[in-house]
């Protein structure tokens, strides 16, 4: 009896390994490409906005809070490091903008006399970020200053013609924002001494931004017509070379992505079609050292997703040498939403940009949103002095971590053999190099319900770009994996991409 129990334990035995054998054999093993030796575009940067929540955070919340806030933004130890900060300079509050903290105080008191003691909120986040090492700083602004506009208040009418900057204020209002940009780089408190690598004087100018009803808006904003742009363009750089600024001016923050090669008539001037008009425009080109940004915004429904990106890139193509920036985007949506549903989206329209379009900088919208919208990388419930100073940490915020923490500055894209526009339900990828020190960075995306197993198969001059283990840094709907770091694994693999999750294999 003994011996018959012993065989049926080992038949037993045999059987659950016969089992989880057949398995793991009908797990399909997906392998990729890695060839460090073939190189795309170089990263410029990370980053999200200081619009409009931060002023009163940054006035009114306890020291501790914005430190712990600051250090999940700009940390690369404590948060998601990022590499860029957008810092608004303000138009000027207006009693007649509806929606609270959707507009902030100006510098400017009046043309050429400033209140530096100003916008207190914004520079401690401003000082927080130089102090944990961000590298790159940009000025934008969404409109001139109020005593600069036709109308009076940082927002169009249908009655002020092309633009709301008043007629002939081109040379003005680039002293109002170089004046801006001289201060904090010479600023003679060191802490707060910043320099703006790159400014953007226009945002969205296609956009109407006229008032909702008689006297009323929504936010401060200003259309600007390409002939408008370009001589907002020359004023400001000769101002900024007069200034021996090294500031750099980008434009024209599209609002879409089908205005970069489409555009129209209205208000008695052409809107859009920007890049051939800045790109094929040989005087204009050099004053914004071949650079264009554009929003993500409508991009997002699956039919858009890979055909509006090849539209796009196949346009630039026909200018080489120009870089792309995404420089602001959020999910169009009410109801916030934590779990990795946003955040998976998000990151796929991330891993789109940067493989397909080739971008140079992917930026996000609001850094801390107060809405019930999916525009926040965080989140707060306090509006006022007195409410909690709560800090609500969507799967969306680790998911961009992922990104931004790890693709550092500098780093170059290099082949990956996978082909992001055939996964948009399954998992995406891309990689990345250091040239620096050889660190090579992969972030998957997985958007199915069951894992996926990887391995990898590594190209070019092994000795120089030799990887042999690489470490996971995991986001998932786990509520522990937030950039999680796990064992290091065989850079050969298998390698194991959690259901629903974004992942970083980080390899020195």
């Avoid at 890139?313 to 420089?327: H, K, M, N, T, V």
């Avoid at 999910?331 to 779990?339: G, Q, S, V």
């Avoid at 470490?471 to 994996?481: A, I, K, L, M, Q």
Wanted: with cysteine; proline share 6%.
């Amino acid at each position: 009896m003994v011996w018959l129990r012993l065989a049926l334990v080992a038949s037993g035995l045999l059987n659950l390994h016969l089992l989880l054998q057949s398995e793991e054999v009908s797990v399909k093993i997906e392998r990729d490409i890695v060839d460090p030796s073939v190189e795309f575009q170089t990263i410029e940067h990370f980053g999200a906005s200081d619009c409009w929540t931060i002023e009163p955070i940054g006035k009114f919340w306890s020291e501790p809070n914005k430190r712990h806030l600051a250090d999940l933004l700009f940390s690369l130890d404590k948060g998601i490091g990022l590499s860029c900060w957008r810092f608004n300079i303000g138009a000027g509050h207006d009693e007649t903008i509806r929606i609270p903290y959707r507009s902030v105080e100006s510098f400017a008191l009046a043309e050429g006399v400033y209140d530096w003691s100003r916008c207190r909120g914004q520079r401690w986040f401003l000082m927080a970020a130089k102090a944990r090492g961000v590298p790159y700083f940009l000025a934008f602004v969404n409109s001139p200053p109020r005593f600069l506009t036709k109308n009076g208040h940082p927002y169009c009418d249908p009655e002020v013609g092309t633009t709301n900057l008043r007629e002939g204020a081109e040379e003005a209002f680039a002293r109002y924002v170089a004046d801006i940009l001289y201060h904090f780089h010479t600023n003679p408190n060191e802490a707060e001494r910043v320099t703006f690598n790159f400014v953007s004087p226009v945002n969205e100018p296609q956009w109407d931004w006229n008032r909702w009803g008689e006297g009323s808006a929504g936010q401060e904003g200003n259309r600007a017509s390409n002939g408008d742009i370009k001589r907002i363009v020359k004023a400001l750089h000769a101002e900024i070379k007069r200034r021996n600024l090294p500031t750099e001016i980008v434009v024209p923050e599209s609002g879409d992505l089908p205005h970069m090669w489409l555009g129209r008539e209205k208000y008695g001037g052409f809107y859009g079609r920007y890049i051939r008009e800045f790109c094929g425009d040989h005087e204009i080109a050099p004053l914004l050292n071949f650079r264009l940004s554009y929003h993500s915004y409508w991009s997002d429904a699956t039919h858009q997703l890979v055909p509006l990106r090849k539209r796009l890139r196949d346009e630039i193509a026909l200018f080489p040498g120009w870089r792309l920036w995404q420089s602001e985007y959020c999910i169009m949506e009410h109801k916030r939403d934590l779990t990795m549903n946003t955040a998976l989206l998000v990151a796929r329209i991330i891993q789109l940009d940067l493989t397909i379009v080739g971008v140079t900088a992917w930026h996000w919208w609001l850094a801390v949103s107060i809405w019930d919208y999916k525009d926040g990388l965080l989140f707060t419930d306090w509006q006022k002095p007195g409410d909690k100073e709560n800090i609500i940490v969507p799967k969306l915020f680790w998911a961009f971590g992922n990104f931004s923490r790890f693709i550092r500055p500098g780093m170059k894209r290099i082949y990956l053999s996978r082909n992001n526009e055939n996964n948009l339900d399954g998992l995406l990828g891309s990689a990345f190099r250091n040239p620096k020190n050889g660190r090579v960075v992969l972030v998957y995306v997985n958007m199915r319900h069951e894992p996926v197993r990887l391995s990898l198969e590594w190209k070019g001059k092994r000795n120089a770009y030799k990887v042999d283990m690489l470490t996971p840094f995991v986001t998932s709907d786990n509520p522990e994996d937030n950039l999680r770091r796990c064992a290091p694994v065989p850079a050969f693999g298998p390698i194991e991409i959690p259901p629903r999750s974004v992942v970083t294999l980080v390899g020195e």
